[in-house]
């Protein structure tokens, strides 16, 4: 299969990309990576008529930290976080990007592209959502901020207007005492997953995540359980989640890894938190 026919536009500045996304509306997507849309365009599965390429946008190519958050702009790519020298600020992040595709694909795969498209499967929302992250949203006049929470509203359902373009997404970092983990299981290292696990551990207990068996990303707060406890916790969790079965698992094993996985996820996370 072949795309159909297109209009294709470069704009030199972010005004001049939000003003396409203003004249066009639903009639256009917004180009970064291309991963999930060449493929998808090449499907027929989406038809824009006009493509709009944000690739050569420096103002959206820097990722930037402070003491509270790390900002990465809509036109970096997944490869480039992973060499960033400061990543180590956000570990989980830092451990979720290896299973993000492959090293081919993360050297055009974008962190906020991975976002918009919205598959439940993916590993970047699921931090996002884990972490309490947010996404950065703009168009022509205005900029919001939505939490990761809400952004994602479905399976390749997020809270995009037709008009509006992902311009950064932030990533918070804590301070204090922290252990995370990411881990996850899929039919080929670097394929979707069948589920990911997102955990990270505080003195107060764990905040941990579950990709690939809901229709979002689903995050959960449980305190420091006993065995027994936590067992009974993920048991409950798995029930509510349901899952969907499919040519990669039956939503039976999808459950059963929500117990498992999602137990030696959250054990390795706070054997990773600093004792006092």
């Given amino acids: 299969m072949k795309p159909a026919s297109f209009a294709y536009a470069r704009p030199d500045t972010?005004?001049?990309?939000?003003?396409?996304?203003?004249?066009?509306?639903?009639?256009?997507?917004?180009?970064?990576?291309?991963?999930?849309?060449?493929?998808?365009?090449?499907?027929?599965?989406?038809q824009p008529r006009v493509l709009v390429?944000?690739?050569?946008?420096?103002?959206?190519?820097?990722i930037d930290a402070d003491e509270?958050?790390?900002?990465?702009?809509?036109?970096?790519?997944?490869?480039?976080?992973?060499?960033?020298?400061g990543l180590a600020v956000q570990p989980l992040l830092a451990a979720a990007l290896p299973c993000v595709g492959h090293p081919q694909t993360r050297e055009r795969g974008t962190v906020?592209?991975?976002?918009?498209?919205?598959?439940?499967?993916?590993?970047?929302?699921?931090?996002?959502a884990v972490l309490g992250g947010e996404v950065v949203l703009q168009k022509r006049g205005r900029r919001r901020r939505v939490a990761a929470s809400r952004f994602q509203r479905g399976v390749m359902l997020t809270d995009i207007g037709e008009d509006e373009l992902v311009t950064s997404a932030l990533f918070p970092v804590r301070?204090?005492?922290?252990?995370?983990?990411?881990?996850?299981?899929?039919?080929?290292?670097g394929d979707f997953a069948i589920?990911?696990?997102?955990?990270?551990?505080?003195?107060?207990?764990?905040?941990?995540g579950f990709g690939g068996i809901a229709d979002t990303p689903l995050v959960r707060r449980l305190g420091h359980l006993e065995a027994d406890a936590l067992a009974d916790a993920l048991n409950?969790?798995?029930?509510?989640?349901?899952g969907d079965s499919d040519?990669?698992?039956?939503?039976?094993?999808?459950?059963?890894?929500?117990?498992?996985?999602?137990a030696a996820t959250i054990r390795e996370a706070c054997d990773a938190l600093p004792r006092a």
Avoid: K
Avoid at 68 to 85: I, M, Y
């Fill in 195 to 208: 589920l990911a696990v997102a955990a990270v551990a505080d003195p107060a207990g764990v905040t941990v």
């Fill in 14 to 46: 972010l005004d001049e990309a939000l003003e396409l996304l203003a004249q066009h509306g639903a009639e256009a997507r917004v180009l970064a990576g291309g991963q999930s849309l060449a493929a998808m365009l090449n499907m027929r599965l989406v």
């Fill in 236 to 242: 409950a969790i798995a029930w509510e989640a349901g």
């Fill in 68 to 85: 509270t958050t790390v900002t990465v702009g809509a036109s970096v790519t997944q490869a480039a976080v992973l060499r960033w020298p």
């Fill in 175 to 189: 301070r204090g005492p922290l252990g995370t983990a990411f881990r996850e299981v899929s039919p080929r290292h």
């Fill in 247 to 262: 040519m990669h698992a039956p939503a039976s094993y999808r459950r059963r890894l929500v117990r498992r996985l999602g």
């Fill in 53 to 62: 390429d944000i690739s050569g946008l420096a103002r959206l190519d820097t």
């Fill in 112 to 128: 906020c592209g991975s976002l918009a498209h919205g598959d439940p499967s993916a590993e970047l929302p699921l931090v996002l």
